[in-house]
């Protein structure tokens, strides 16, 4: 099996990143390979998780007086501010990574490992279930395998399995407290426990060294990676499904 | 330990079926399925009158932490449709053999059920 590595280093709209993750998603069910990419966000954007009551959980009118960009992930979990963050994707075919939770596992375990050489005192979370959607915003419980230290999250992950593969991805928190989530939910809601990742090293931390960091802590799953330097096919590909990732209708359908 | 009962039918993919009546069967997903999925938050099923081949997507399962597809373990017609999954899909994961039932289909070839994974060879599959 091939595995390609993608320091996406161009800042991209939310509908461009969703719709590049799931061209990888098509073509790891297509050709069976695997992708990990990292990725950042411009302009910053609130993502719903794939079937959250969004219209419900989060003030529409106040998301659109702020200027906010949304969008609505492909895969499962609950609100994320993407803006002082790396995301990484991982896509890849199911029996290539296990179970659900053998591939949360695996996935979160080279994350730590990566995050500790540069110093952060990260675990995994022990095995339990995962918060309850009335918890609140995604990085407001922590779920057994996740990224942790202490009780706050470092990073926050969700997965889709579909056609045979499946694309995991997850935000690493460099210096935003997601305290924008909170702004803009309906209600009170408790204030999320997390840990930034420059709060954690009590330093300034650059998407650049984190990037190194994850894609060094990955060469083990596989005897060779290939590089991706923008992949101008795969941006045409992503064209294919961004009308919907565009698509307040769609954003909001929930 | 995953609750695996003696008098169902299961899939390499975690969906069991229950024989009902002749030809009429109902499908849902395992609690080893379930567990690994957790608090599961929507479910999305079909119509009835659809119809699907073995191994067909019938439907969409989120979980607090996954969407993945359902995949039918048999071809055939859908009959019915747990209504009740739609305000409540947590039942999927407190009763998901009896209340948690999903769909209930006509067979297209009663024959085929004997394709499908008995108890034993189940909990082998998830080396309990």
Redesign the interface.
């Known amino acids: 099996m091939r595995w390609h590595l993608w320091l996406d280093r161009t800042p991209r709209p939310g509908w461009q990143n969703m719709a590049l993750d799931m061209s990888l998603h098509a073509r790891a069910a297509r050709a069976g390979d695997g992708y990990l990419r990292l990725y950042r966000w411009e302009p910053s954007c609130l993502s719903f ?3 959250e009551p969004a219209s419900k959980r989060y003030d529409r009118g106040r998301i659109e007086r702020l200027g906010l960009d949304t969008v609505r992930r ?5 609100a994320v501010w993407h803006a002082a963050e790396l995301t990484y994707a991982v896509a890849a075919p199911e029996a290539a990574m296990g ?3 053998e591939a ?1 596992h695996r996935i979160h375990h080279t994350i730590a490992a990566a995050l500790r050489s540069l110093g952060a005192p990260v675990h995994l979370a022990p095995a339990r ?5 009335d918890a609140g915003a995604c990085f407001a419980a922590a ?1 057994g395998g996740e990224v942790v230290v202490d009780t706050g999250k470092v990073v926050g ?7 045979g593969a499946l694309l995991q991805h997850g935000s690493v928190l460099l210096h935003d407290d997601q305290s924008r989530v909170r702004e803009v939910t309906i209600g009170d809601p408790a204030p999320p426990d997390v840990r930034p990742l420059s709060q954690l090293l009590d330093r300034e931390v650059s998407w650049e060294e984190v990037a190194r960091a994850i894609g060094d802590a990955a060469q083990p799953w596989a005897a060779r990676w290939n590089t991706v330097v923008d992949d101008e096919d795969l941006i045409a590909e992503a064209e294919m499904t961004a009308p919907r990732f565009r698509d307040p209708s769609w954003t909001w359908q929930r | 330990m995953s609750n695996i009962p003696a008098d169902l039918r299961y899939t390499t993919d975690h969906e069991y079926v229950k024989v009902l009546d002749k030809g009429l069967v109902q499908v849902g997903i395992t609690d080893y399925a379930q567990g690994e999925l957790g608090d599961i938050v929507f479910v999305n099923l079909p119509k009835v009158g659809d119809s699907f081949d073995e191994h067909g997507v019938f439907g969409v399962v989120e979980a607090v932490k996954a969407v993945s597809d359902l995949f039918c373990p048999l071809g055939g017609e859908v009959t019915e449709v747990n209504g009740a999954l739609e305000a409540d899909p947590g039942i999927i994961n407190r009763d998901p053999y009896d209340g948690g039932w999903m769909i209930r289909l006509r067979m297209k070839d009663p024959d085929s059920l004997t394709a499908l994974l008995t108890p034993e060879a189940y909990k082998a599959q998830l080396g309990e």
């Open positions: 998780g794939r079937h492909p895969t499962g979990g609950r179970s659900l939770r949360y279930r995962a918060a309850p959607v779920a992950s969700a997965q889709l399995r579909s056609e």
